[in-house]
């Protein structure tokens, strides 16, 4: 077979199992419970929660911060008199495929895709979902790592779809940091939470590779001004 009829590889996402989906069930009612009892206080300097910031937008959340990020998503943007929707990348892997059922638990698209696995697959149905007026959401430095360090896809992404980066992170009073890579933070009951949404960060879309690196550099380093472990 030559090389113009050898079948291109595709990488299909991992789905889950029966098991799977009782545990992903699990972990919902789990959060729904766990945040519930939890004290959050908002810093917002973007205005999204206020109604200033009007449109979709590509929420950057930490890794080591989903627990709570969807709870953080329902409860503060998205306002009764101006619905939204969330369209969330996802790692293609085995653990992408329970959080993608959370995801979907919670009524959020998830879109499969990581800088490693189906990338630029992901980055087209991320813009897809932008341009039927979805917000997107991607944790910047997933789904490996290195912890803190956010990597070039979002910026891709604000670029392919011109829509502003808003930074989000929260300061947990009582947690369990568990020993992973991003030492991965599960709220206690009862739990003091202080959100935080940084200042917007738009990349033009004609901006030069430098350009866009630059502005890489400057998300990250709000990312890193705005968390507090």
Known sequence: ????????????????????????????????LIAGTVRFR???RSGVTEGSFKGPAIFCVWHNRLALGLILYRQFICRKDAPRSLAAMVSASKDGGLLAR??????????????????????????????????????????????????????SLAQLTGLPIVPVTYHLSRKICLKSWDRFQIPLP?????????????????????????????LEAQMRELTVD
């Open 190 to 218: 009862f739990a003091k939470c202080d959100v935080t949404l940084g200042r917007p960060v738009q990349v033009p879309r004609e901006a030069s590779d430098a350009e866009r690196a630059d502005l890489r550099q400057k």
């Open 102 to 155: 959370i995801l979907e638990l919670f009524d959020v698209q998830p879109v499969r895709g990581s800088s490693s696995r189906r990338g630029p697959q992901a980055l087209l149905e991320l813009t897809t979902w932008a341009e039927r007026g979805y917000d997107l959401a991607i944790t910047p430095d997933g789904p490996r790592g290195p912890c803190y360090l956010v990597q070039d896809g979002i910026t």
């Open 1 to 32: 077979m030559d090389r113009l009829t050898k079948p291109s590889r595709v990488v299909v996402p991992h789905g889950v199992a029966w098991h799977g989906r009782l545990a992903a069930a699990a972990i919902y009612m789990l959060i729904r």
């Open 42 to 44: 908002v810093a917002d």
